[in-house]
């Protein structure tokens, strides 16, 4: 059986037995730089929240896991320079961020010179997303997305059939609508779509790996769902591919789900696994409509 995820960075999982950490450590900061005053003290000017910043530390044994390369495959995923999907264990999603530092202290040195134990220190700091949450202290937190997202995961169908209602309203209003404002309409309700779909994506996803499967064509998708959802709204040509790159992602997807819903192969795959694949392929194939209807709106 599968090792239950702690938590997800882009496609790294940060699991038992595998990257375990013993601590996670959360920082946020407020600027109040100071305005000089002659003859008085300064005076300081609230201007908001630098970004969150995650700290997480673990020791890794080379002896009975893969130690050092797994620190190793963290600097290669912070090479990448991109901002990276954060997923705790509960398929709640906190949002985009971005490797700024990772160490490793070494320990417990053998004769040639080998590690028997790696300490590891991951530092992360939040994107920025365009559009924030805000908490009741009227800021951006990245707990702040918990409370949202829930709703989505209790009922993921019920959340895109009512983005799903609202699209011929917006298709409708395009039509007779000058070409810039239609292509930001279908950008905002394409950020509105994914909004919902990535956290439903993430927590059946999540319900899979808990029953003991993983499915790796999950992770080529969410990565398009966070460049969809990051990218600035820059011309109808542009949007029309991100949703076709979307619908791509979601096709291998929904082909690797059919074959599980069907147990294609009843040793790997069981009645619960079948089960959820169902859930998935619906969650799938009501985005894959949105995304066609999004598509065929653009000017």
């Known amino acids: 059986m599968a090792e239950r995820v702690m938590l997800?960075?882009?496609?790294?999982?940060?699991?038992?037995g595998q990257a375990t950490y013993q601590s996670l450590a959360m920082s946020q900061s407020w600027r109040w730089p100071e305005q000089a005053r002659i003859g008085r003290e300064p005076?300081?000017?609230?201007?908001?929240?630098?970004?969150?910043?995650?700290r997480l530390q673990g020791?890794?044994?080379?002896?009975?896991?893969?130690?050092?390369?797994?620190?190793e495959e963290m600097r290669a995923l912070a090479d990448l320079g991109k901002p990276l999907q954060l997923v705790d264990g509960l398929g709640r999603v906190w949002g985009s961020w971005v490797i700024v530092e990772v160490g490793d202290t070494r320990s417990?040195?053998?004769?040639?010179?080998?590690?028997?134990?790696?300490?590891?220190?991951m530092k992360l700091k939040a994107y920025g997303e365009d559009e924030t949450v805000t908490?009741?202290?009227?800021?951006?937190?990245?707990?702040?997305?918990?409370?949202?997202?829930?709703?989505?995961?209790?009922?993921?169908?019920?959340?895109?059939?009512?983005?799903?209602g609202s699209l011929p309203g917006l298709l409708e209003e395009t039509g007779t609508a000058s070409e810039v404002t239609s292509v930001a309409s279908v950008h905002t309700a394409l950020k509105e779509l994914l909004a919902a779909f990535g956290p439903s994506l993430n927590g059946l996803h999540s319900q899979l790996r808990s029953a003991g499967l993983t499915i790796h064509a999950v992770d080529p998708l969410v990565q398009q769902v966070i460049s969809a959802?990051?990218?600035?709204?820059?011309?109808?040509?542009?949007?029309?591919?991100?949703?076709?790159?979307?619908?791509?992602?979601?096709?291998?997807l929904w082909t690797t789900a059919a074959q599980i819903q069907a147990r294609t192969d009843p040793v790997l795959y069981s009645p619960r696994h079948s089960e959820i694949a169902g859930e998935l392929i619906a969650l799938l194939e009501k985005t894959r409509t949105?995304?066609?209807?999004?598509?065929e709106a653009l000017p």
């Open 135 to 164: 908490d009741y202290s009227g800021g951006w937190s990245p707990f702040a997305v918990l409370s949202v997202v829930d709703s989505v995961l209790t009922d993921p169908i019920g959340a895109i059939d009512d983005l799903l």
């Open 43 to 54: 005076a300081l000017q609230f201007t908001g929240r630098e970004p969150a910043e995650i």
């Open 8 to 16: 997800a960075l882009g496609p790294f999982r940060f699991e038992m």
């Open 290 to 295: 949105a995304l066609v209807w999004l598509q």
């Open 229 to 252: 959802a990051n990218a600035p709204l820059t011309s109808a040509a542009a949007l029309d591919t991100q949703i076709s790159a979307l619908l791509t992602a979601i096709n291998a």
């Open 108 to 121: 417990v040195l053998m004769d040639d010179g080998q590690p028997r134990r790696v300490g590891f220190d």
């Open 59 to 71: 020791v890794l044994f080379p002896g009975f896991d893969a130690g050092l390369k797994q620190v």
